[in-house]
């Protein structure tokens, strides 16, 4: 199991829905949130990408001297971003960061962003982009001469003169739900990337996602972004959840929900089905709720409650075949610790066998977050 924590760089805050407790990103405070991250345990972090972000690229290439073993999830744009250059420019990370970048293609689902960026595609033209864009991007970072003509896309002669440390190439992650997005991660994407639903509907989109791949005689791994609200006890973790969204009023949730109704993206339009843009319908599977997203596009829901709670989701989820888990939580300085103390011992986590640090100790050796031995699971989910 691979564990991932989030960098917020379109802000940080204790409360969703308002100023009250918020923090404004600066590279200080992503520094301390990375380096946290990494003496953690964590594998890697996320970097979210759009118009509200810092710049994904600068944050990653900041933050590279300031940490050692951590993992870079950076995105690629088709449509705003050449396909050479953007091979450049992960190859260069990639070596410069002694092969610590992974890829994440994103290709937009908010019309408005991305006319706003000159890109005038609807959602299937978006995705031809990709797919050729992807094409042109693995050839050449992979140390081919490449010539392509398509639809949307055309280079003479395109070649990398530097190659990444990474082989064939960093891996590529992506995400989507539509029948487009399901066919394009089967033909060429590494890592296939969820939000958080409920099982059931996980497992559907991983059965998908394998038979696409199948069709092109391929395989590919599967991860999921979840935000986490774990505590001490249920009882702590459900009041916490409450506290996140104490500050949302009625007109916030109907004026968000109504921006997120214009994108034309089917796993946005998953999350907000989830429940409905009411209170009452955010509980959507057992500790998993949906609460997030009543005012936070993309990934909306939580895994909340006891530690032991949420390791035995996670470890349901990891039954259906999904490897990697990219949580964040509110705010993501002071939940990365909680989040380490409180679950990582009763995790299998690839870091703890690769010989990383997966816990902390006090002054004395013991482990601070509990009484448990480091990496034992509930007798129930025993690995």
């Known amino acids: 199991m691979h564990v991932f924590w989030f960098l917020p760089t379109h802000g940080d805050s204790r409360y969703l829905g308002t100023a009250q407790g918020a923090r404004t990103v600066s590279h200080r405070y992503l520094a301390q949130i990375a380096q946290a991250a990494d003496e953690l345990g964590f594998e890697g972090v996320l970097i979210p990408t759009g118009r509200s972000c810092e710049d994904s690229w600068v944050v990653a290439s900041s933050l590279v001297p300031l940490t050692e073993r951590l993992k870079f999830l950076v995105a690629i744009r088709p449509g705003i971003q050449s396909p050479t250059v953007s091979a450049r420019q992960a190859a260069t990370l990639d070596r410069f960061s002694g092969g610590r970048?992974?890829?994440?293609?994103?290709?937009?689902g908010d019309p408005l962003e991305q006319k706003g960026d000159g890109v005038y595609l609807d959602h299937r033209e978006r995705y031809e982009l990709t797919d050729e864009f992807l094409r042109i991007w693995r050839g050449v970072i992979a140390g081919n001469a490449v010539d392509f003509q398509g639809k949307h896309l055309r280079v003479e002669g395109a070649k990398l003169l530097y190659p990444p440390v990474q082989k064939p190439y960093p891996p590529l992650w992506f995400g989507g739900s539509s029948d487009e997005a399901i066919e394009l991660a089967g033909e060429q994407l590494d890592v296939y990337l969820t939000w958080g639903e409920p099982p059931a509907a996980v497992a559907e989109k991983v059965a998908r996602v394998k038979a696409a791949a199948a069709r092109h005689g391929r395989r590919v791994r599967f991860g999921i972004r979840l935000h986490v609200i774990v505590r001490e006890t249920s009882k702590a973790a459900w009041r916490a959840a409450d506290e996140l969204i104490s500050?949302?009023?009625?007109?916030?949730?109907?004026?968000?929900?109504?921006?997120?109704?214009?994108?034309?993206?089917?796993?946005?339009?998953?999350?907000?089905?989830l429940h409905g843009g009411r209170?009452?319908?955010?509980?959507?599977?057992?500790n998993l709720w949906a609460g997030v997203g009543l005012v936070r596009g993309g990934a909306g829901t939580a895994l909340v409650g006891n530690p032991h709670e949420v390791a035995a989701r996670m470890l349901e989820y990891r039954d259906l075949g999904v490897e990697t888990f990219i949580f964040s939580g509110y705010p993501h300085l002071e939940e990365a610790y909680r989040v380490a103390e409180l679950l990582f011992p009763l995790l299998p986590l690839a870091a703890r066998e690769a010989g990383g640090a997966v816990r902390l100790d006090g002054p004395a050796g013991e482990v601070v977050a509990n009484d448990i031995v480091p990496g034992r699971l509930p007798a129930r989910h025993a690995a």
């Open 101 to 108: 970048l992974l890829i994440n293609v994103v290709t937009g």
């Open 279 to 286: 209170r009452d319908r955010l509980v959507v599977a057992p």
């Open 247 to 273: 500050h949302v009023s009625d007109d916030a949730i109907a004026a968000a929900q109504q921006t997120f109704a214009r994108y034309d993206s089917v796993g946005q339009r998953r999350m907000a089905a």
